[in-house]
DNA sequence: AGGCTTCATGAAAGCGCTATCATTCAAGAT
DNA sequence: ATCTTGAATGATAGCGCTTTCATGAAGCCT
């Protein structure tokens, strides 16, 4: 609680308040300064560096000279306060470790620097309340749009987003009230039980995340459920392992599935780290994949073109998700779109680690 | 170029601007509404939020009752631009899409956002320019520290640095003039090569990420270098190659080597990553892995002890980085050290990817 | 040539908050 | 009783920029 001088430059009430003081060592010069240099208003200075094209083609440069002379950075606060814009986008993911979701922010990312804006990141590890510190953080920090995961969230971040008059976009699961770019996981869950079904498994497992709070593995459970009922067939709980989102975590469930008194012939993993850590942990056990066992994870992470056996997945777009969350997001704030849907297609890549049932 | 109409209120100059105006449904609650509910003055409310103590009970809960009633929430930009701080640290990474500085960063952030403080993350692709251009970007945008990784870097992206004077920290690598959070990778590379040396390997070959703009990679491949010199080896250009910092990048990486005459009995991949797909392609050609051919990662990421064979690595502390990077910040932020340097311990785990040259 | 645009610039009012300094009042010291 | 002192609060000047609105100087038309 004690900070007396301002960390920013030595006394600002020692040098001359105003004009050309002699030996002034200014830290950082203003807009000011560079429009005294220049000799012309401040208004000119903060139009040459935001509409060049109002200024004359001299003074637009005289102003330029004088600020490169002068090393002068405009100061994005003040900016901010003045203009209400911040060019900062949030991202708030579940984890950033996490090559989903941290390819996404990647693809975002790059999308946004094109446009002069930056991410501001949070996460939560999958802890709504902790979601909703985030919304409030970065809120009050200031943002122009904010992309959330996910449609499910506490009662308090949805007031709070709605009152905020923030553009939002909601990625990988949406909601019409808001702008989305989904993919629809249901179908995921659906195309990979589909699969193995046809391929005659009739006893299938699925290792899945952890399902509170993650309405992205619950719509893939779902739709894996669905694909099974439609062809006749049960999923008892039994054979549903719910697990931390980790290769080690698709090892663990795989194990219980194995252990059954009457195991699986298939089994999917409500992400390709699961999938792969299910054939590791199956090879492990001298278990052939795909020939006594078949395996599909959802998600096509890079990796799972080059494990072996390579894994057959559904393909989710993860970057082009990040991407168009950018996109949109900067559309809604030009106010050229509202509330835009977008379905991003997925489809079934078959491998080599999926076999016909013995 | 089109934006007349302010997006933040309806129009600012219709309601009257300052007293209470009948029915003026004023969008968002300023500190200044919250002192005329509260009945004191702005400076009060102001220090409610910032420095509670030095209030009367009363005061506090009247103007928190004031501004729970208003719906208020401080505005981050005026906040900042009056007190010059931002709560925001900025993180310059070559990519998030990398598990390493995903995984970094996801601590930095969880360390950080403990204490209030959010973090702008930047990617620069391994492009010196656009690093530069994302420090010039995070400091005009204001933040009160800058995580960067690696201590190679443009001219001008040191001097927009150096005449900030924000705090930096460097992550991996570092340099005496700044704090910085390393680990030595140059050891990381000798105690691979090392490693395999003793197994009584004689040809070793490395697969190492793009050297350009890569002070990692390089620092890696020199140790590896030196411990094979040290050995009386050689390490002819052939048996070096550089890829992009994928799995495919490994696996292709495995393959030149494998194709070449006289291929290397021993391999190290400069991250797991290009390890893992030694491992595959490997396996692939139905080359026994390590029966056949020893391989040896750097970073002990977490799928490494999960495949089969376990990997055998040098571990570097990625989470600690970033958490450790974070505190590095906050406590240069508060004055409380300068330059500090933390040098990380890593070592050798030695896994199942690595046997005796036959 | 006079009036009407259009264009380039200037003047100045904030944006919402923090921080300094001044003020008040009550309690302890003399 | 008078003087200090300190704690709680108020008044207010900016932080550095954007953005109307106003102004003067050309350009254009009839």
Known sequence: MSKQTSPKQTSPKQTSPKQTSPM???VKARLVDVARDAGVSPATVSRAMAQPDLLTAETLARVHDSARKLGYRPDGMARALASGR???IGAIVPTLDSTIFARALQAMQSALAREGYQLLVASHEMNPAAE???VRTLLTRGVDGLMLVGAERSQDAAMLLRSAGVPVVLSWVGTPECAAVTVDNELAGHLAARHLIGLGHRRIGLVVGHLPFNDRQQARLAGARKALSEAGLDLPGALVSE???TMAGGRAGCARLLDLGEPPSGIIGGIDLF???CIQEAQSRGIAVPEALSVVGIDD???S???APALTTVMIPTARIGQICAATLLAEIKGERRHEQVALPI???VRQSTAPAR
């Open 301 to 303: 992470i890079d990796m």
């Open 86 to 88: 911040t060019m900062t």
């Open 275 to 277: 999938a792969i850590g």
């Open 132 to 134: 909703t510190e985030a």
């Open 347 to 349: 489809e079934l890549v």
């Open 24 to 26: 002034s060592k200014r």
């Open 305 to 307: 073109a080059h494990i």
């Open 243 to 245: 697990q931390g989102l």
